[in-house]
């Protein structure tokens, strides 16, 4: 992947950010957590929570899923070369998400709100561990959390409703 050909002249906020998320994934693949703040992001997410399709219409999917998640899977999905799955993930104020296993590599997006989260160290028998005790953070709308399949995380401390886009990405099948 050619991360450094135009500088970002000429592409969309989409690009930049989708081409942000896969150098972070390309780095830290399968070696452990990584916090990003991919550019494009304020011309990506929505005021209402959601992500923006690009056109004048603002509207959810036809799938209740919020506009442009599509565009965003897919841009991720060809860039990787991988099959991107979203979902997203409400907390109300004060509720805990703990105790989650990545069963596949994962990428937390704030799209409204803020909350704590925790990823532990590796799990025994990885073969390159990079964190030696927990990592934990305060993730924020234009930030995105990457979690490798088979680390452990929990999302908890929401002061404010916060919703998150998770993208769940999946090896090619061949």
Known sequence: MDYEGDRGEGTSDLERFVRDLALCLSVHHDRGPALVWPDGVDTVLAEDGGLRRGRADPGPEPDGVAAGTAALTFSLGALLSCRV???YLA?????QSGGNTAATDLVLLPVRGSCDGRVEPAPPGRARAVLDRP????LRVGEALYVPSGFDYALNEAHSPCTLLVLALHPPVW
């Not at 907390?91 to 509720?95: C, E, F, K, Q």
């Not at 990592?135 to 305060?138: A, G, I, N, Q, V």
Request: aromatic fraction near 0%; avoid cysteine.
């Open 91 to 95: 907390l109300d104020p004060g509720a």
């Open 135 to 138: 990592l934990e953070l305060r």
């Open 85 to 87: 799955g979203s979902s």
